[in-house]
């Protein structure tokens, strides 16, 4: 199938393919994403308008190669958005990883004194984008849209610099773990 989620092996193209049974993210919501994505591409193609499949154009489920989020329901949450460092030794991807203890930050003690958690961040060191990032601890499932939001955007860490937490919130973790970075590229 293509990106359009248009089944190409099927000739007339008239079969599309979305949520589970395409094996390309197996969740809720990208299921949803990927009817939205395919419910667009048959209308543009219906209607003689272009379809634009290019990679994060209106037309192609984009964000199912490279920026799926997950959250696994457990106390504590584990959560990821993007690549993670098991799938990037599985595939032979060069990243740089970056962690951090969610605890020694003052935001987790105010949400819950005794906070617990870690966070890990990848970035590929060219160009320098955020690729991947994984938070496990209480209450982060609220933090992974900033995370998937930097994946899809592709967001340059320089750039992310001018992001900036409030005090006093866990979100405070995302500065951290890039001055964590800047300091082991020191
Ligand atoms: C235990 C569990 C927990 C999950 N938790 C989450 C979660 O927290 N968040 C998340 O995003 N995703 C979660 N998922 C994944 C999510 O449920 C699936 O990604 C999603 O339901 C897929 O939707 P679907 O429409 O492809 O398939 P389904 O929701 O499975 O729907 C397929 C439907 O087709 C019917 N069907 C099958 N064969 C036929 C047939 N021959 N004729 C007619 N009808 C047929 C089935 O009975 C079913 O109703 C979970 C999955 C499991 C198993």
């Known amino acids: 199938m293509d990106d359009t989620c248009r089944v190409i092996e099927v000739a007339e193209g008239w079969l599309y393919a979305v949520r589970d049974v ?16 395919a419910g667009a591409a048959i209308a543009a193609r219906a ?6 499949d290019t990679r994060w154009g209106a037309h ?18 584990a959560v990821s958005a ?21 605890a020694r930050l003052a935001g987790a003690q105010q949400y819950t004194p005794g906070y617990k958690g870690r966070a890990r961040m990848l970035i590929d060191p060219d160009p320098g984008t955020v690729v991947g990032v994984t938070f496990v601890g ?19 860490v320089e750039r992310l610099w001018h992001a900036v937490p409030a005090f006093p919130t866990i979100s405070e973790v995302w500065l951290r773990l890039l ?4 300091d082991m590229n020191r």
């Open 22 to 37: 395409n094996h390309r993210a197996l969740m809720t919501h990208q299921g949803k994403y990927q009817a939205r994505i």
């Open 47 to 52: 209607s003689g308008k272009p379809v634009d």
């Open 60 to 77: 192609a489920a984009s964000a199912d190669h490279t920026a799926v989020p997950q959250v696994v329901f457990t106390v504590p949450e």
């Open 82 to 102: 993007g690549l993670t460092t098991h799938e990037a030794a599985r595939t032979g991807r060069r990243v740089d990883v970056v962690d951090y203890d969610l």
């Open 138 to 156: 209480p209450g982060v499932a609220e933090l992974l849209h900033s995370a998937t939001i930097a994946v899809a955007g592709e967001v340059p």
């Open 179 to 182: 001055e964590t970075y800047r």
